[in-house]
């Protein structure tokens, strides 16, 4: 038989009273803490520091001195675009638009581009292009702009310089004005994307495209005037240089290329997006006690993007929506998160490589509210090289459709090969950047055909299958002049 087992001897009072204490001072400790979390989370808010990252940005790629503030660059395009309204120099879609002013639009806005008006409002553009402006200085109550809203007026201003420059050449051949609203042009574009955000960036590509659009149509055009004016494409320079005088393409190149910048390594290329990034996650992060999102900034701040109202105006959700931060990134996860979508592939030397990357990216992707960001939505990095690596490309390009159009008059004659360009025309030959190689080119009958090998890398002749398409999938080469 086996032993009873004895009866444990029973707990003490005050023992039992001692645990008792502690579980109540645990619950005392836990609900101040609580109690404290709750009113931090209610009371604090984040703590900006706007002009330290300006100030990084405005290192990478800092303005001449004696530039214009923001505001008053923001006031001379604004004031510049109400003075083309007045003169009724409007655009029904001027978004879309990319042909060249019709023989009838250049009669009809004649008037308003020989004005005194029209010649003030020029005069204001080209000096601000030559002074050039600031970047946005942000404040503790507004943080950086998702879009910058230089943009909107700098390409309605630049869209009417160079339909001006087309009007002036149709009416007198001043190439002097030409290149003057070219010029001005080129440094709007440059100021545009002087913050090397992607954003930024992408709204500069805009500029350059519409304008290499407008030299190479602006060279094949007076190329196809000279031949009616001297009655054969072969006929000598010498006799006919007084009526087609010449773009002085290398030196013109050349003032591209500073205009523009050197190319800048994929890493380098939009370096001012992480410091832009990190300003507005400082705009919804409490850093202290445990850098958390502060759940009501973050989505006042999405309600000003979304409905495109005052920050001050925006409605401020209640605060205890705080108490929710916990189920979202802190700073740290933020960061990650920024430092994952800026990352660079080390591939993306070419177009085809920078789009097939970009394909594997989709869409833009997007950072949240909940993230820290009103629905800012950033390129991904393939977009970005795709939008550099074409733009470059299309202005190589139209540089060398001038060039060619200069040793025209020169010589009398097409040139066999680019090289015949280099140096007297062009400082260095055009960099196809769907390989690497030079732009193709080839004479044919008494013309030539300019183009890249495209999306593919592959050279397909230099056909297209859509001749009016030029960067697009459609297309297995890009051809950028046909001429005759």
């Known amino acids: 038989m086996t032993d009873a087992v004895e009866p444990s001897p029973p707990r003490s009072p005050a023992r039992r009273r001692r645990r008792r204490r502690i579980v109540l001072l645990a619950l005392l400790l836990f609900g101040v803490w609580l109690t404290r979390w709750v009113y931090l989370h209610i009371t604090l808010r984040p703590t900006p520091r706007p002009e330290h990252w300006i100030e990084q940005i405005e290192r990478l790629d800092p303005p001449p001195p004696g530039a214009y503030s923001y505001d008053q660059a923001i006031r001379i395009l604004e004031d510049a675009v109400q003075q083309m309204v007045d003169l009724d120099i409007t655009y029904a879609s001027p978004w879309r638009r990319r042909e060249l002013l019709r023989a009838d639009e250049l009669r009809a806005w004649g008037g308003a581009f020989a004005s005194e008006d029209f010649s003030k409002a020029r005069a204001m553009l080209v000096t601000l292009g030559k002074r050039h402006w600031q970047l946005e200085r942000a ?93 054969a494409l072969g006929r000598l320079a010498g006799q ?183 140096p007297e025309f062009l400082p260095r030959l055009p960099i196809d950047y769907g390989d690497r190689n030079r732009l193709r080119y080839r004479r044919e009958g008494d013309g030539f055909i300019l183009y890249s090998v495209g999306w593919n890398g592959v050279d397909d002749g230099g056909v297209p299958r859509d001749p009016t398409a030029v960067f697009n999938e459609i297309n297995p080469d890009m051809v950028f002049v046909t001429y005759p």
Request: charged letters at 25%; a negative charge.
């Open 139 to 231: 404040s503790c109550e507004t943080p950086p702009l998702i879009e910058s809203s230089t943009f909107r007026p700098t390409w309605t201003n630049a869209r009417v310089l160079l339909d001006h420059a087309q009007w002036s050449w149709a009416e007198d051949g001043q190439v002097d004005v030409v290149l003057e609203d070219w010029r001005t042009v080129a440094r709007l574009a440059r100021d545009t994307g002087r913050s090397r955000r992607r954003t930024d960036r992408r709204l500069e590509h805009v500029l350059y495209d519409r304008l290499a659009f407008a030299m190479t149509e602006w060279a094949t055009e007076a190329m196809r005037q000279h031949a009616l004016e001297c009655g």
């Open 240 to 422: 006919e240089a007084c009526l087609c005088p010449l773009i002085h393409a290398r030196a013109w190149a050349l003032e591209i290329e500073r205009i523009m910048g050197p190319e800048l390594p994929a890493n380098e290329y939009c370096a001012g997006e992480r410091p832009a990034l990190m300003a507005m996650l400082e705009y919804n992060y409490v850093r202290e006690h445990g850098d958390w999102l502060d759940v009501s900034e973050a989505v006042r701040w999405s309600t000003v993007v979304h409905q495109s109202i005052p920050p001050m105006q925006a409605p401020i959700p209640n605060r205890a929506w705080n108490l929710l931060s916990p189920a979202f990134h802190d700073f740290a996860e933020a960061v990650e998160v920024v430092d994952t979508m800026l990352a660079y592939p080390e591939d993306a030397v070419d177009l085809p490589a920078a789009k097939a990357i970009s394909d594997a990216q989709g869409d833009a992707a997007a950072l949240g509210a909940l993230q820290g960001f009103p629905e800012y939505f950033v390129l991904g990095s393939g977009d970005v090289m795709v939008l550099l690596y074409g733009v470059r490309c299309r202005i190589g390009a139209a540089l060398t459709c001038l060039a060619i159009r200069d040793f025209h008059l020169s010589r009398g004659r097409f040139p066999d090969e680019l090289g015949e360009l280099v």
